[in-house]
């Protein structure tokens, strides 16, 4: 089916956004993928657990800006996650005795999202050392609430919020569209830079702008 427009917003994500202007043929697209780096530092506890907690109803920001990461209280509450995010070990933490800290960070825009809709991120170096540094941070705060130090598990890197890949100065301009005329982007792939925090309100302030703009 074939629908005609006069203007097009794409608005298909931080993964699917760029693999249809590479198919389009705009090549620049896909470069400049960032995921929101995350780990999750768990230990175990005599009697304190997380199971009825809301997730993240904490976080903490008091390193973001010089070292750029944030930490929040989260735990994966089934264990077939945490076996996949942590291997054997995750396997076996208990859930009724687990506390955990996420440390998110704001990695380098260093991975592709292809045409054909294959993906490579690397942890880069800095990433590395961010993630490190902040789940250090996260193991002490465990301890000190009560966990035992030989509990501590820290994940494997997991992402959480893809985008940069239509970036704004790259791929399109300051009011969303890209060389096509009237084919604008309007989500995270146009953010430039990580923001190391849930995108959310930034891409509802995008769009609104750009509606105003559409509307002018």
Known sequence: MEILSGVVVLAAGGLGTPVILQQSGIQEAGRGLFIDLLVNTYGVTKGLNQMH??????????FHQAKGFILSPYVNLTRMVRSMESGASGLALPTRKLTGIMTKIVDEPAGRVYADGTVSKPVTERDRTRLQE??????EILVRAGASR????????????????AAIGNVVDKDLQTKVDNLFVCDASALPVSPGLPPILTIVA???????????
């Open 53 to 62: 907690e809301p997730s993240m109803a904490l976080v903490d920001h008091e």
């Open 134 to 139: 902040g789940s250090s941070i996260a193991a």
């Open 150 to 165: 030989k509990s501590i598990v820290v994940s494997n890197p997991q992402g959480a919020h893809p985008g940069g890949t």
């Open 206 to 216: 995008l769009a609104k702008r750009l509606a105003k703009t559409l509307a002018a």
